[in-house]
C-alpha cells in the first residue's frame, strides 16, 4: 500500500504507468488482429465509403461490413443507420467495429456560425465551445470522426471554400485551429462527448490557382512553411489525430501522391503517428492529374506516398495484386495498425454502438441553441454605422424587412451544415416578430424560396415598406454560393439586389443592410452610400435572434474582419499583410506598385468592425526597447471606452522586421485579445510575444530570428494601428 504522504507524488506515476501499460496492451491487441487479417481484409480496414446525404447507409456498402471488408463510412449518421451497418460488421470473425465519420464543420443538428463567420469573433473560447457542442452531439448520434477544422489559408475571395476556414491570416487561423481541434477533442477522444478531428487540405488548397477550387497552387516551399504549414502544425500540436491532403497538386505533385508532404514533412519532421485519409474520390482522381494511368496503379502511388484510408473509392483494394511484394505488405500492415489504434483509441470496440436516448437529449438541446444564439451575435460584424443608425430606435414600431436572405432558413445554416435542418432555423423575420410581439408591427412579404442566383417573388416588398419606422434590407449571397465547388469570377451582389438597395435608399427612410455572405463581397455603393451594413454571415441555427439581439442593441458588436473585403475582384490578392516593393505605393506617383484605375486601399480592411460605442487604444508601452532574441516581447496598451455603453475591443498587435535579409511584410498580426471594458472605463491590457515567432524561413529552408529594428504596431484594426519601435539582440 501506498502511504498517503506519498500518494499526491505517486499519482501521475501510477497514471503513467498505467497509461503506458494500457498502450502496450492496445499494441499487442493490434498486432494480434493483424496477424489474423488475410491481405483482403486488411486493405477493406483501409476503405472508407459514403452513406446517402441524408444519413443512411447503401446495401452494398452493409454487404462489404457483413464481409469483414469494411473499416468505416462517412455521412451514415444516427445511431439508428449506424447500429445497422455495426452489427453487420461485429457479427463478422475478426469483430472489428466500423468508424463512423462525417463532416462535421459547424454543427451537427445544432447549427453554429460558418467557421468564417466565427473566426470573426476572434473568440477562441467560444470556437472551442462551438466545436465541443458539435462533438457531442455528434458523438450521441454514433459519429466518431470529423472531417474538420478546414486549416486552409484562404487569401482570394473567389475560392468558395474561404466559408470553411478562419480566413487570410496565418497566426488566427492557427489560433482557430487549434481551439476547434481542443473543441472536438477534448482531453480524450474516447470519452462520449468527444470526437476524432482531421484537419484538412494539407496544404495550400486555399492558394487554388485563380481561387478555382481543385485547382493546382503554386506556392514556395518557404511560403508553405511560413503561410499555410503553421496552422496545421497548431492543429497537430493541440492533438488532432488525422490529416487530409489537399486534392490539388503542389508545385506539381497532387497531394495525395506527394511523399515529400505526407512522409518526409508529416511523418518524419513533425512526428505525425495518426491516420492520413485522402479527400473524396482523391486516388482515383490521380489518374485525372495523369500521375497513374489505371485506378489499381493510383491505389498503390497514393499507399507508397502515405496514405492510410482512401475516402469513396477502391483503388488501394483493387491493386490487392500490386500489393504482395514485401515492401507493399510492410506498408499496408503500417496503415492497417493505425486504423486500428485509432479505433481503439476512439473506444469503439469498447462502445461500437450508440445510445438513442442519448441522441435525443443532445440534439438541439436549449444550452446549444442559446450558444449558437451568442456565437451568431459575436460573428456579427459592424462595416459601417453613420449616425448610430443602428441599433434600431426603441421608437420604431413598425419594422420592414425586405430581401431575399431575410428568411431563407437553407442560406442560414450555410454551407456544411452537417445534419442540420433548414426547418429548425429561426430566421431574422421570425426573431424580430417574436422581439416585437404586440408592440410593433413587422412588414415582409416572403421571398419565397431564394436559393440560387437571383430571387423572385411577386413585388420586392418595397412597396409595402413605405409604411415602416426602420427598414432592414437582407441581402448578400445565398448559402450555395459559397463553399466547395462554388468559386466566382465575380465578387459583386447576385442579380437585383443592389437594386433592391438602391430603391430602398430612395425611401427617404432609415435603414439599414444586413449583409450574409461566406465570402468578401465588392459591395462599394452600399459601402459609400447605405447608412449602416451589419455583417452576419451565415449565422447557424439561432441566427435570426442572434442577429436581431445585434440590431436591436442588446449585444454590443464585437467582431472584426478575419479577411479582406476589396473593392473589386482586380484587385486580388489584396491582404493586410503585403510585401514591400521597389517602388511602394504612392498615390500621387505614378511609377509606383499600384492600378491606375481603382484606389490601393481595400474596401474594408482586415481586423476592422465597428461597435455601439467608442474605444481609444493607447500606443504601445514598454518597460524596455530591446529584448533578447530567445526571450519575449512584452507590452501593454491601455483600452479605454469613451462612449456610454459597455462594449468588447478586440486589440491586435501587428510587427513588421524593418530590415531583413529577405523582403518581410509591411505588418503581420503575431496576437490578439479580446477584452470587455465598460462605459467610461479602460482596462490594461498586457501582451508577451515569443521573439522566436518574429522569424521567418529562409529560401534555404531554415528558419532564423534575425536581430535589429522591429515596428511594433496596436490598434482596433489592420489599417488603424499606433506604433513603437522595438530591437531584438
Ligand atoms: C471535401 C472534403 C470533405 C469530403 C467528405 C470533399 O469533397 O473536399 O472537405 O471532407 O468531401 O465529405
Redesign the pocket.
Given at each position: 500500500m501506498i502511504p498517503p504522504r506519498f500518494l499526491c507524488l505517486a499519482l501521475p506515476l501510477l497514471f503513467a504507468a498505467l497509461t503506458t501499460a494500457r498502450g502496450q496492451d492496445v499494441e499487442a491487441k493490434v498486432e494480434e488482429i493483424l496477424s489474423k487479417l488475410t491481405l483482403e481484409e486488411k486493405l477493406g480496414q483501409l476503405r472508407l465509403v459514403?452513406g446517402h446525404a441524408g444519413g443512411g447507409w447503401k446495401p452494398q456498402h452493409r454487404y462489404l461490413a457483413q464481409q469483414g471488408l469494411l473499416g468505416g463510412t462517412?455521412?451514415v449518421r444516427g445511431t439508428g443507420p449506424t447500429g445497422e451497418m455495426q452489427r453487420a460488421a461485429l457479427a463478422t470473425r475478426h469483430k472489428i467495429p466500423l468508424v463512423f465519420a462525417f463532416?462535421v464543420v459547424h454543427g451537427y443538428r445544432t447549427i453554429f456560425p460558418v467557421p468564417l463567420g466565427e473566426a470573426a469573433s476572434w473568440d477562441l473560447e467560444l470556437a472551442e465551445k462551438c466545436a465541443a457542442v458539435a462533438a457531442k452531439e455528434a458523438r450521441s448520434a454514433n459519429v466518431s470522426w470529423t472531417?474538420?477544422p478546414?486549416a486552409d489559408i484562404a487569401r482570394d475571395p473567389r475560392w468558395g471554400?474561404i466559408v470553411?476556414g478562419a480566413g487570410e491570416d496565418t497566426v488566427l487561423t492557427s489560433a482557430f485551429t487549434a481551439a476547434r481541434v481542443r473543441g472536438f477533442q477534448g482531453n480524450n477522444i474516447a470519452a462520449p462527448d468527444r470526437m476524432l478531428s482531421?484537419l484538412?487540405?494539407f496544404a495550400g488548397s486555399g492558394a487554388a490557382e485563380g481561387g478555382r477550387d481543385y485547382n493546382i497552387a503554386e506556392v514556395s516551399v518557404r511560403s508553405l512553411r511560413e503561410t499555410h504549414f503553421p496552422p496545421f502544425l497548431a492543429g497537430l500540436a493541440a492533438g488532432a489525430g488525422s490529416i487530409?491532403p489537399t486534392?490539388s497538386a503542389i508545385d506539381g505533385v497532387p497531394a495525395t501522391s506527394n511523399p515529400w508532404l505526407l512522409q518526409d514533412v508529416l511523418r518524419k519532421e513533425w512526428g505525425f503517428n495518426g491516420v492520413v485519409v485522402t479527400?473524396?474520390?482523391a486516388v482515383g482522381q490521380l489518374a485525372n492529374h495523369r500521375v497513374a494511368a489505371t485506378y489499381p496503379a493510383a491505389g498503390l502511388l497514393a499507399l507508397q506516398s502515405g496514405i492510410t484510408i482512401e475516402?469513396?473509392g477502391s483503388c488501394m483494394v483493387e491493386a490487392e495484386s500490386m500489393m504482395k511484394t514485401p515492401a507493399n505488405l510492410k506498408l499496408v500492415d503500417e496503415a492497417v495498425r493505425n486504423v486500428l489504434r485509432m479505433k481503439f483509441k476512439l473506444g469503439l470496440f469498447d462502445k461500437p454502438f450508440g445510445d438513442p436516448a442519448r441522441e435525443k437529449a443532445a440534439l438541439l438541446n436549449p444550452d446549444h441553441l442559446k450558444l449558437t444564439r451568442e456565437a451568431a451575435s459575436k460573428a456579427c460584424v459592424l462595416l459601417k454605422n453613420e449616425g448610430n443608425t443602428l441599433p434600431i430606435p426603441a421608437s420604431a414600431k413598425k419594422i420592414a424587412i425586405v430581401g431575399p436572405l431575410a428568411d431563407d432558413r437553407t442560406s442560414l445554416i450555410g454551407s456544411?451544415s452537417g445534419d442540420g435542418r433548414p426547418e429548425d432555423a429561426v430566421t431574422l423575420v421570425d426573431a424580430v416578430r417574436d422581439r416585437l410581439g404586440a408592440s410593433g408591427t413587422v412588414i415582409h412579404e416572403s421571398a419565397g424560396n431564394a436559393s440560387g442566383f437571383s430571387f423572385s417573388r411577386p413585388s420586392d416588398g418595397v412597396e409595402a415598406a413605405k409604411d415602416a419606422d426602420f427598414v432592414l434590407v437582407v441581402i448578400g449571397e445565398t448559402a450555395d454560393m459559397s463553399g466547395?465547388?462554388a468559386s466566382k469570377s465575380s465578387l459583386d451582389l447576385p442579380p437585383l439586389q443592389l437594386d433592391l438597395v438602391q430603391k430602398v435608399h430612395a425611401l427617404g427612410k432609415p435603414y439599414a443592410v444586413v449583409l450574409m455572405t461566406g465570402r468578401p463581397l465588392t459591395v462599394g455603393w452600399l459601402a459609400e452610400t447605405c447608412p449602416a451594413i451589419l455583417l452576419t454571415w451565415f449565422g447557424g441555427t439561432m441566427g435570426g435572434p442572434g442577429i436581431a439581439d445585434v440590431l436591436f442593441g442588446d449585444v454590443n458588436p464585437s467582431g472584426k474582419l478575419p479577411v479582406t473585403f476589396p473593392r473589386s475582384v482586380g484587385q486580388i490578392p489584396l491582404t493586410y499583410n503585403l510585401t514591400p516593393t521597389s517602388r511602394p505605393y504612392r498615390a500621387d506617383d505614378k511609377w509606383t506598385s499600384k492600378y491606375t484605375d481603382i484606389s490601393s486601399s481595400p474596401l474594408w480592411a482586415f481586423g476592422h468592425g465597428l461597435s455601439y460605442t467608442d474605444f481609444e487604444i493607447s500606443q504601445p508601452m514598454s518597460s524596455q526597447l530591446r529584448f533578447p532574441i530567445d526571450g519575449k516581447v512584452t507590452f501593454k496598451v491601455s483600452v479605454k471606452n469613451t462612449g456610454s455603453r459597455d462594449g468588447d475591443e478586440i486589440v491586435q498587435a501587428y510587427i513588421r522586421d524593418d530590415v531583413a535579409s529577405i523582403t518581410r511584410p509591411n505588418k503581420e498580426l503575431k496576437a490578439f485579445k479580446r477584452v470587455s471594458v465598460p462605459a467610461g472605463k479602460s482596462v490594461m491590457v498586457d501582451f508577451e510575444i515569443p521573439a522566436k515567432d518574429l522569424g521567418f524561413w529562409t529560401p534555404k529552408g531554415e528558419y532564423v530570428v534575425e536581430p535589429g529594428s522591429f515596428t511594433l504596431m496596436v490598434g482596433d484594426s489592420s489599417e488603424s494601428v499606433q506604433s513603437a519601435r522595438f530591437y531584438l539582440e
Open positions: 459514403d462517412f455521412n463532416d472531417f474538420a478546414m471554400r470553411e482531421c484538412k487540405h487530409m486534392f479527400d473524396y474520390d475516402m469513396w456544411w466547395e465547388a
